[in-house]
């Protein structure tokens, strides 16, 4: 019985490894992809195009990282008495990082805050849900929007956006005042560049008589949680 465990025990191992390179090669791809189908970067300043291929090397070189990590953490668990203790550090740091994904952990990091102040119009929930879009295609990690009456919400996945009464937006069920400020965790250069870029959140924002104000802070700190339902029909394939 023992040999049998000893014998499933790397090729489980070895399994997990090996989903976990080509979903970090997939996504590498994919970043890459649509970073240059979009159309908008055609419009983009020459030194905007020269940092976002900067920032592109820098996640690869990340990714090129994070592989030689896991191929160090597979050595580790296919090493016999090490290998148990090695399994429950991969074990805790996956779900760390599921769990901040998921938004029912804090997390800190570089990043940026992001303020945007309405103007003669209110900031309308389409260009809010905007900004959360340029800022997740720029590679942010975690993220929440507070208002000015202190409500703050993390944003996830599920998260929605409504344009509500007098001016405020609807975020999950929260209700939130301008000035609305979101802090965001990932690369500052390439989040700051992707809100800028012409036609973009802070364009659309002046058009209107406000103002979008980036910070570069490190850390930033998101610390509102979201409350994970029990799922009704998804199950594990």
């Not at 769990?99 to 900031?123: D, M, Q």
């Not at 870029?197 to 490190?218: F, N, W």
């Amino acid at each position: 019985m023992k040999n049998l465990y000893e014998q499933r025990r790397p090729l489980a191992a070895n399994t997990i490894i090996a989903v976990l390179l080509a979903l970090l090669g997939f996504a590498l791809v994919v970043q890459f992809k649509a970073r240059n189908s979009d159309a908008e970067l055609a419009a983009a300043r020459p030194e905007d195009l020269v940092r976002i291929l900067s920032d592109l090397d820098s996640q690869q070189e990340r990714l090129r990282r994070d592989i030689a990590d896991l191929e160090e953490t597979r050595r580790q668990l296919d090493s016999g008495a090490q290998g148990r203790d090695a399994a429950l550090a991969e074990a805790r740091r996956r779900a760390d990082e599921l769990g901040i994904l998921a938004g029912t952990l804090p997390a800190e990091g570089p990043g940026l805050e992001v303020t945007l102040n309405s103007g003669s119009e209110p900031i309308q929930a389409a260009t809010m849900l905007d900004a959360i879009e340029e800022l997740r295609g720029a590679g942010a990690e975690a993220m929440q929007i507070g208002g000015a009456n202190g409500a703050a919400v993390r944003i996830v996945a599920s998260t929605y956006f409504a344009d509500g009464g007098d001016g405020r937006l609807l975020v999950a069920e929260s209700t939130l005042s301008a000035p609305y400020t979101i802090m965001v965790i990932g690369g500052p250069d390439t989040m700051r560049t992707a809100l800028n870029i012409p036609g973009g959140v802070v364009d659309s924002v002046r058009q209107h008589g406000g103002t979008v104000s980036l910070r570069e802070a490190d850390p930033v700190r998101v610390t509102a949680l979201h409350t994970a339902g029990e799922l009704r029909y998804a199950k594990p394939a």
